[in-house]
């Protein structure tokens, strides 16, 4: 394998035959269709049960905000708590 760089197979990007084939069914018999969009319909209709509407919330999040991943951190050595006083703080202008 060339490192860094594609050097066979599929291009980036390119759908598998079965993901296109669906895509290309769908569109047949539902021009237009977007499941995504369909799941939106659902997570604002409120006559929806909410277990189903948070359903569909969290696969639609899945589309837009990426997944955080878990990380490990091992710390060793001298540690200490470190309070911090802001001072000369004003927020008598807060527009809020």
Same mark, same amino acid.
């Given at each position: 394998?060339?490192?860094?760089?594609?050097?066979?197979?599929? %291009?980036?990007?390119?759908?598998? #035959?079965?993901?296109?084939?669906?895509?290309?069914?769908?569109? !047949?018999?539902?021009?237009?269709? @977007?499941?995504?969009?369909?799941?939106?319909?659902?997570?604002?209709?409120?006559?929806?049960?909410?277990?189903?509407?948070? %359903?569909?919330?969290?696969?639609? #999040?899945?589309?837009?905000?990426?997944?955080?991943?878990?990380? !490990?951190?091992?710390?060793?050595? @001298?540690?200490?708590?470190?309070?911090?006083?802001?001072?000369?703080?004003?927020?008598?202008?807060?527009?809020?």
């Amino acid at each position: 394998m060339a490192t860094g760089r594609k050097t066979g197979g599929r %291009q980036k990007g390119t759908p598998n #035959a079965n993901k296109q084939e669906l895509v290309d069914l769908l569109n !047949e018999h539902y021009p237009g269709y @977007n499941p995504v969009v369909q799941m939106a319909g659902i997570a604002q209709d409120e006559t929806v049960e909410m277990v189903h509407r948070v %359903q569909c919330a969290k696969e639609i #999040a899945g589309y837009i905000f990426p997944k955080l991943k878990s990380i !490990e951190s091992n710390i060793s050595g @001298n540690m200490r708590l470190v309070a911090v006083e802001l001072t000369g703080v004003d927020d008598s202008d807060d527009d809020s």
